[in-house]
């Protein structure tokens, strides 16, 4: 099983950069895909940006251009670089880990981390 700290949230004014990361409890090159997950209060939880084991990113448009994701495999990390934020970016981040063992998939989640953009 697979566990998944985050870290790096917190109040930030709108315009300004975040980084937000995660530890994972084993090796992540073993892990197919990563990424981080938003819910805002009200709403649906939703894609913010995924990575994969061979390092191809995937954005939600709503962040395309804005965030950045990767992978550091020496600390094993998965991180979300963000920049620009704006009101609506506030949200619970929360890292996802997607892996397939043995033919079966499994999904794992960290506690979430807040994010808030206000001035």
């Known amino acids: 099983q697979v566990q998944l700290v985050e870290s790096g949230g917190g109040l930030v004014q709108p315009g300004g950069p975040l980084r937000l990361s995660c530890a994972a409890s084993?090796?992540?090159?073993?892990?197919?895909?990563m990424g981080w997950y938003r819910q805002a209060p009200g709403k649906q939880r939703e894609l913010v940006a995924t990575?994969?084991?061979?390092?191809?990113?995937d954005y939600a448009d709503s962040v395309k251009g804005r965030c950045t994701v990767s992978r550091d495999y020496a600390k094993n990390t998965v991180d979300l670089q963000m920049n620009n934020l704006k009101p609506e970016d506030t949200a619970v981040y929360y890292c996802?880990?997607?892996?397939?063992?043995?033919?079966?998939?499994?999904?794992?989640w960290g506690q979430g981390t807040q994010v808030t953009v206000s001035a």
């Open positions: 996802h880990a997607h892996e397939v063992v043995a033919g079966i998939r499994y999904d794992y």
């Open positions: 084993e090796n992540i090159i073993s892990i197919n895909i």
């Open positions: 990575i994969t084991n061979y390092d191809m990113a």
